[in-house]
């Protein structure tokens, strides 16, 4: 480099900005290593020491991340004047503390809490139905294997009260004071509330119209998936249970919280006669392992001449449920910070539904190989959707019926319209049932967040959006005595959900790039639609997404859209054209049967009873205002 005197200051003061941040680089990555393993221990064996551990190494994290924000704010009026792109964006990264800006005894209770509710959520058993004595059942395996296979419309219904019974309920009061610790890091931040600093990595103050019009363009396609469900499980579970016009009871759709209804494909297939494309039973016959889906599911990347697994990986990773011990089987990917250590922790089951979670997490883990060298403020997705793509993006080509043929967990495709509607369908009742549920967990926590939404009016508020965008109904009647949103993973756990819809749109955009450098879609020839594209073994399509990957956070995500797909902007038109072919025969199977399109109800599902604190008593007496309310759900 050129010797001091002859730099300008400019140039100096580039200089020295290179040198600090470096120096805090190095420091933030062995302090996230620290932290991450205590958070690993905790999550993958429940227990009080390792509780504790973790406690001590999030504060410990905490003084480091505001130590190096006090440092960073030392350059506030220099840095802005720093030519450098690169630099400037790591100095607006660095500027923003997060919830270390709580003072200590907040954070520790704010930590505390939402350890807390994890534990709950992670450990709680419900009793058996068929066998009221027998009370261990767990989540997973257990209860998710009961709304997959269960038809028993009663033993549904109690597996689905239950278990909000014993997560949900369980954690209302400790809901209160965290959002409310929330939204005080939120305001030391400079942030008006906790979901407005949740938004700021999508660096778009347009953001939430943007998401409001891509559900616009969605909604019709989902709503004649809706009827023509309906009819199907009005069919098998009769019209006094699914009526012809109301909400579907959201524990018929095979999923605890009805955000995947693959499960019930078996009710709603279309053509029942073709070959069934649940590789489930083939791969239990081949004597498929986790291990071996873990390694297939490897390959696909490896044949994109994207990066393999490292040894680490095989050696640290926990891929079946371990016995004995209380743990998160909540899938999950983790980045050590160390350009080492990188796994993922899943209690894989040998199904096609977690063959496909495997690449998802799979996904991630290729993003932190794809982004390991760049500096630790941009070693992030683009923006979080676009880490919630990249697996799934893989996943669109493994479950074409042309891919499973290949890896021989299919041994016949059969290349006729109505085939392709039986794959379409399948791919719908998890592509299409989940955008409403990816949309509406974060429009529940904004509202709860910004005070929009008030803690008496917390769970019927839910039952609102829960009716209004997902068409869907509780079995039984709630009340504010519930509290079903923290029946779901990403309440307690308190990871943001907004991600999950940009990944569903986004995920079909990349896609059909990948598809064209592929030569495996051309929209002129109709011998290949996007639905049957297949990227595997294509470097090129491999190449463009690394090329996207390695950009990490580094620059903003319309540009890395760009760079990939030639569009700056989320587009729905890519979702719906993959669909195409199943919205038109949906309309017309809908038309043919007379299906009322949408739903209507005047059942009260939620009513607002208030528990109040009486002046004479000190328990809170249930003193029900009156207030139940018509019309709808809340
Ligand atoms: C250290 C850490 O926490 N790391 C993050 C990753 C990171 O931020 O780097 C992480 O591992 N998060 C866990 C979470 C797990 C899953 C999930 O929660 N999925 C959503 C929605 C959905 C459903 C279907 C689908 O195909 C895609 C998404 C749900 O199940 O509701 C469960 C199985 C699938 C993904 C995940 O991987 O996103
Ligand atoms: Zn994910």
Same mark, same amino acid.
């Given at each position: 480099?050129?010797?001091?005197?002859?730099?300008?200051?400019?140039? &100096?003061?580039?200089?020295?900005?290179?040198?600090?941040?470096?120096?805090? /680089?190095?420091?933030?990555?062995?302090?996230?290593?620290?932290?991450?393993?205590?958070?690993?221990?905790?999550?993958?064996?429940?227990?009080?020491?390792?509780?504790?551990?973790?406690?001590?190494?999030?504060?410990?994290?905490?003084?480091?991340?505001? #130590? $190096?924000?006090?440092?960073?704010?030392?350059?506030?009026?220099?840095?802005? !004047?720093?030519?450098?792109?690169?630099?400037?964006?790591? @100095?607006?990264?660095?500027?923003?503390?997060? !919830?270390?800006?709580?003072?200590?005894?907040?954070?520790?209770?704010?930590?505390?809490?939402? =350890?807390?509710?994890?534990?709950?959520?992670?450990?709680?058993?419900?009793?058996?139905?068929?066998?009221?004595?027998?009370?261990?059942?767990?989540? #997973?395996?257990?209860?998710?294997?009961?709304?997959?296979?269960?038809?028993?419309?009663?033993?549904?219904?109690?597996?689905?009260?239950?278990?909000?019974?014993?997560?949900?309920?369980?954690?209302?009061?400790?809901?209160?004071?965290?959002?409310?610790?929330?939204?005080?890091?939120?305001?030391?931040?400079?942030? *008006?509330?906790?979901? /407005?600093?949740?938004?700021?990595?999508?660096?778009?103050?347009?953001?939430?119209?943007?998401?409001?019009?891509?559900?616009?363009?969605?909604?019709?396609?989902?709503?004649?998936?809706?009827?023509?469900?309906?009819?199907?499980?009005?069919?098998?579970?009769?019209?006094?249970?699914?009526?012809?016009?109301? +909400?579907?009871? $959201?524990?018929?759709?095979?999923?605890?919280?009805?955000?995947?209804?693959?499960?019930?494909?078996?009710?709603?297939?279309?053509?029942?006669?073709?070959?069934?494309?649940?590789?489930?039973?083939?791969?239990?016959?081949?004597?498929? =392992?986790?291990?071996?889906?873990?390694?297939?599911?490897?390959?696909?990347?490896?044949?994109?001449?994207?990066?393999?697994?490292?040894?680490?990986?095989? &050696?640290?990773?926990?891929?079946?449920?371990?016995?004995?011990?209380?743990?998160?089987?909540?899938?999950?990917?983790?980045? @050590?910070?160390?350009?080492?250590?990188?796994?993922?922790?899943?209690?894989?089951?040998?199904?096609?539904?977690?063959?496909? =979670?495997?690449?998802?997490?799979?996904?991630?883990?290729?993003?932190? %190989?794809?982004?390991?060298? %760049?500096?630790?403020?941009?070693?992030?997705?683009?923006?979080?959707?676009?880490?919630?793509?990249?697996?799934?993006?893989?996943?669109?080509?493994?479950?074409?019926?042309?891919?499973?043929?290949?890896?021989?967990?299919?041994?016949?495709?059969?290349?006729?319209?109505?085939?392709?509607?039986?794959?379409?369908?399948?791919?719908?009742?998890?592509?299409? !049932?989940?955008?409403? @549920?990816?949309?509406?967990?974060?429009?529940?926590?904004?509202?709860?967040?910004?005070?929009?939404?008030?803690?008496?009016?917390?769970?019927?508020?839910?039952?609102?959006?829960?009716?209004?965008?997902?068409?869907?109904?509780?079995?039984?009647?709630?009340?504010?005595?519930?509290?079903? +949103?923290?029946?779901?993973?990403?309440?307690?756990?308190? =990871? +943001?959900?907004?991600?999950?819809?940009?990944?569903?749109?986004? &995920?079909?955009?990349?896609?059909?790039?990948?598809?064209?450098?592929?030569?495996?879609?051309?929209?002129?020839?109709?011998?290949?639609?996007?639905?049957?594209?297949?990227?595997?073994?294509?470097?090129?399509?491999?190449?463009?997404?690394?090329?996207?990957?390695?950009?990490?956070?580094?620059?903003?995500?319309?540009?890395?859209?760009?760079?990939?797909?030639?569009?700056?902007?989320? *587009?729905?038109?890519?979702?719906?054209?993959?669909?195409?072919?199943?919205?038109?025969? %949906?309309?017309?199977?809908?038309?043919?049967?007379? #299906?009322?399109?949408?739903?209507?109800?005047?059942?009260?599902?939620?009513?607002?009873?208030?528990?109040?604190? !009486?002046?004479?008593?000190? #328990?809170?007496?249930?003193?029900?205002?009156?207030?139940?309310?018509?019309?709808?759900?809340?």
């Amino acid at each position: 480099h050129t010797p001091d005197h002859v730099r300008t200051e400019s140039e &100096q003061l580039e200089e020295d900005a290179r040198n600090f941040l470096h120096e805090l /680089d190095v420091k933030g990555s062995e302090e996230c290593t620290v932290a991450t393993m205590t958070s690993w221990n905790y999550a993958s064996d429940i227990t009080e020491k390792h509780k504790k551990e973790k406690a001590a190494a999030e504060l410990k994290y905490a003084e480091w991340e505001k #130590e $190096a924000w006090e440092r960073v704010r030392k350059w506030n009026g220099k840095w802005e !004047t720093l030519s450098d792109p690169y630099l400037k964006r790591q @100095f607006k990264f660095m500027s923003i503390l997060g !919830t270390a800006a709580l003072p200590k005894h907040d954070l520790e209770k704010y930590n505390n809490l939402v =350890t807390e509710m994890s534990t709950v959520y992670s450990t709680a058993k419900i009793c058996d139905y068929k066998n009221p004595r027998s009370c261990k059942l767990e989540l #997973e395996p257990d209860l998710t294997k009961i709304l997959r296979t269960s038809r028993d419309y009663d033993e549904l219904e109690h597996v689905w009260k239950m278990w909000r019974y014993n997560t949900g309920r369980r954690i209302r009061d400790h809901y209160k004071l965290f959002v409310r610790l929330a939204n005080k890091a939120a305001k030391l931040n400079g942030f *008006d509330n906790m979901g /407005d600093m949740w938004l700021y990595p999508y660096e778009s103050d347009t953001f939430r119209d943007d998401l409001a019009e891509l559900w616009q363009q969605l909604n019709p396609l989902y709503q004649q998936l809706h009827a023509y469900v309906r009819r199907k499980l009005r069919q098998k579970y009769g019209e006094h249970y699914v009526t012809r016009r109301g +909400p579907i009871p $959201a524990h018929l759709l095979g999923n605890m919280w009805a955000q995947n209804w693959g499960h019930i494909y078996d009710l709603a297939i279309p053509f029942p006669h073709k070959a069934s494309l649940d590789v489930t039973p083939q791969m239990v016959s081949k004597g498929y =392992t986790p291990r071996r889906m873990f390694e297939l599911s490897e390959e696909f990347f490896v044949s994109l001449n994207l990066t393999r697994m490292p040894p680490e990986f095989w &050696q640290h990773s926990i891929i079946e449920k371990p016995q004995g011990r209380d743990l998160v089987c909540h899938a999950s990917a983790w980045d @050590f910070c160390n350009a080492k250590d990188f796994r993922i922790k899943q209690c894989t089951e040998v199904t096609m539904n977690d063959l496909i =979670t495997v690449h998802h997490e799979m996904g991630h883990v290729e993003y932190f %190989l794809q982004y390991q060298n %760049l500096p630790k403020a941009f070693r992030d997705g683009a923006n979080p959707g676009f880490h919630e793509a990249v697996g799934d993006v893989l996943a669109l080509s493994v479950s074409t019926p042309k891919h499973l043929l290949k890896i021989g967990l299919l041994n016949e495709v059969q290349d006729d319209p109505e085939a392709d509607i039986n794959f379409l369908l399948s791919m719908a009742l998890s592509k299409i !049932t989940f955008l409403p @549920f990816g949309y509406l967990i974060d429009l529940w926590r904004w509202d709860v967040f910004s005070g929009k939404t008030l803690e008496n009016d917390w769970n019927c508020a839910w039952w609102d959006l829960r009716y209004k965008l997902q068409g869907i109904k509780p079995p039984v009647q709630r009340s504010e005595y519930d509290f079903d +949103p923290g029946a779901k993973y990403h309440i307690p756990g308190n =990871t +943001p959900y907004i991600r999950y819809f940009v990944s569903f749109v986004v &995920q079909f955009q990349f896609h059909k790039a990948l598809c064209i450098k592929a030569g495996e879609y051309d929209p002129l020839d109709p011998s290949k639609p996007l639905h049957k594209c297949d990227i595997d073994h294509s470097t090129e399509a491999g190449n463009a997404l690394g090329d996207m990957l390695q950009l990490g956070s580094s620059k903003e995500w319309p540009e890395a859209l760009e760079i990939l797909t030639g569009t700056r902007k989320m *587009d729905a038109s890519v979702i719906r054209e993959y669909f195409k072919p199943l919205e038109l025969w %949906l309309a017309k199977d809908n038309e043919r049967h007379g #299906e009322f399109i949408g739903w209507e109800t005047d059942e009260i599902l939620c009513t607002s009873e208030v528990v109040k604190k !009486t002046a004479k008593s000190e #328990e809170g007496v249930a003193a029900s205002d009156g207030v139940v309310v018509g019309g709808g759900s809340a």
